[in-house]
């Protein structure tokens, strides 16, 4: 008991976690055709590579790692807000949210 | 202790990761992220970073779900259908994953020198992040709050009802 609680996890396991949390991140941006869900799925790889950033920053004691992530994520609040700004213009516009029908640049 | 909390929220990222992809109304993919964000945040605390697993509830699991599922309630958004470009794009997302997912792991396996991770590491103060972040890369920090206040700007602009062409309809 006393070993499973001094138990150490390989940094390794921490990258493929991201790695694989990537690719589902890659997978919904292709396969999902609501374009709200796209956009969540975008924002999964965005954590999926926060998670990799933090776990460097870990291995090597470098603060400035997790101080990147920490401008990811203002990059990201302000990139959700403009994106869903634009989402609600496009509902607007076209009244549907499939991907598939929102293939024109002009209306 | 490091492993079974690794293991358990490990396992929560994976299970919302997933579900996420097999619900098909938008509402409970949203609510699958929020389940990813939060058990990311326990990983950063175990990474460490104090500081980042808080912001991550906060800013990710906080303020950008919230106005996900807002936005989700706000145009009523439904199930979505399965249309050809949906087959199309299956077929040609899943070998791509595999092989993005095959060189990334082959990388990080082959990576020599990686150490371990245990709750014994001690964490990085928020002090410590302060400091670094208001001295050397004070410039960096303010410029990003430039470029939020033109996002909340180009949001408002973009979001905004135009008032003549609905007087019209």
């Known amino acids: 008991m006393n070993s499973l609680l001094t138990q150490e996890v390989p940094v390794s396991w921490y990258l493929i976690l991201s790695a694989v ?18 956009f ?13 950033f ?38 607007r516009a076209r009244a549907t949210l499939a991907v598939d029908r929102i293939d024109l640049m002009k209306l | ?28 993919s949203a609510l699958s992220l929020i389940v990813v964000m939060t058990s990311l945040a326990v990983l950063y605390l175990l990474l460490g970073a104090e500081f980042l697993a808080i912001a991550q509830v906060i800013v990710y699991a906080g303020a ?26 299956r077929a040609v997302g899943f070998p791509a994953v595999v092989v993005i997912l095959g060189v990334l792991a082959t990388v990080i396996l082959r990576a ?15 002090e410590d992040l ?22 909340i700007l180009g949001a408002v602009a973009m979001a905004r009802h135009d008032g003549e062409r609905t007087h019209g309809q």
């Open chain 1, 40 to 52: 969540m799925s975008i924002e999964l790889m965005l954590n999926a590579v926060n998670l990799s």
């Open chain 2, 130 to 151: 302060s400091r670094v972040l208001f001295t050397e890369l004070l410039l960096p920090f303010e410029v990003t709050s430039v470029l939020i206040l033109i996002a």
């Open chain 2, 112 to 126: 020599q020198g990686l150490g371990v991770a245990g709750l014994q590491d001690g964490i990085t103060s928020t």
């Open chain 2, 1 to 28: 202790m490091h492993l079974i909390l690794f293991v358990v929220f490990a396992g929560f990222c994976l299970a919302g990761a997933i579900n996420l992809l097999l619900q098909s109304h938008p509402i409970n």
């Open chain 2, 64 to 89: 950008i779900m919230v106005l996900f599922t807002f936005v989700v309630m706000l145009l009523n958004a439904g199930r979505e259908e399965r249309t050809m470009g949906s087959r199309t794009w």
């Open chain 1, 21 to 38: 949390l990537f690719s589902l991140g890659v997978l919904g941006f292709l396969i999902k055709r609501n374009l709200i869900t796209v």
């Open chain 1, 54 to 91: 933090v776990t460097f920053a870990h291995e090597w004691h470098a603060v400035k790692g997790q101080i990147f992530v920490f401008f990811v994520m203002m990059v990201a609040a302000a990139e959700a807000a403009v994106g869903l700004a634009i989402i609600i213009a496009v509902f």
